[in-house]
């Protein structure tokens, strides 16, 4: 069975600029979770959804970062514009529903030059 | 509110030493516990976990405790090998909170022939 699937692994982009982030969850589960893991830190969530709902976004900079999950499958996180701040990796998680074990992708490192 | 603080490392063993991890955290109530690990490029995998005081998380030679009077959860195993070499991070899920995480920082894990 796959895993969780993210693209790009490695992304490098200018500030001020915008990024885009893919996940695939696994077949079948419900939830799905962002992630911000910074160099040397444990990963901090950033939104939650269930299905197509996001239920927990309240860490989410809302000025710049933006998320959809257009029909409870595959989602998308935007950045833009992306500073020097937000150089770090993206993780996506998934579980079966809310209260399941989360499965995570290999994420994403962005570096803003 | 809700904290884990874990040992810093890096930390490197020699084969078939001894390895502790020390674990702590804050929360109200009775929070689920967790040990994670990421081996190098792949996502973060559940190693073990408890979910109530005095439960005994066990999994591929590692072990935690859950400790409520020391509000510990430090990962034991007796005899490490190389392949046990990543990043391992201790993480607590609050009650009835819809299996939302606090991660520690990491501890990097080096075991040399």
């Known amino acids: 069975e796959a895993g969780v699937v993210q693209s790009p692994r490695y992304k490098i982009i200018e500030k001020k600029q915008p990024v885009a982030f893919w996940c695939n969850p696994i077949s079948g589960h419900n939830t799905l979770y962002w992630y911000l893991q910074n160099l040397g830190q444990g990963p901090e969530l950033l939104i939650r959804?269930?299905?197509?709902?996001?239920?927990?976004d309240s860490q989410l900079p809302k000025d710049r970062f933006s998320a959809e999950r257009l029909k409870g499958v595959d989602s998308t996180l935007k950045i833009q514009p992306a500073e020097l701040g937000d150089s770090a990796v993206y993780l996506c998680?998934?579980?079966?529903?809310?209260?399941?074990?989360?499965?995570f992708g290999p994420g994403t490192r962005l570096t803003v030059l | 509110g809700n904290s884990v603080t874990q040992m810093e490392g890096p930390v490197t063993l020699s084969e078939e030493a001894f390895l502790t991890i020390n674990c702590t955290y804050t929360?109200?109530?009775?929070?689920?516990l967790f040990w994670y690990v990421q081996y190098p490029g792949e996502g973060l995998q559940l190693l073990l976990k408890?979910?109530?005081?005095?439960d005994k998380g066990s999994n591929k030679g590692f072990e935690a405790t859950y400790r409520k009077e020391t509000t510990s959860f430090h990962l034991e195993k007796g005899s490490v090998q190389v392949s046990d070499s990543a990043v391992y991070f201790c993480?607590?899920?609050?009650?009835?909170?819809?299996?939302?995480?606090?991660f520690g920082t990491g501890t990097s894990l080096t075991v040399i022939p």
């Open positions: 998680a998934s579980s079966l529903d809310r209260d399941d074990e989360q499965f």
């Open positions: 993480a607590l899920s609050p009650e009835n909170t819809g299996n939302q995480f606090y």
């Open positions: 929360a109200t109530g009775y929070p689920s």
């Open positions: 408890a979910t109530k005081a005095d």
């Open positions: 959804y269930e299905n197509e709902e996001a239920v927990d």
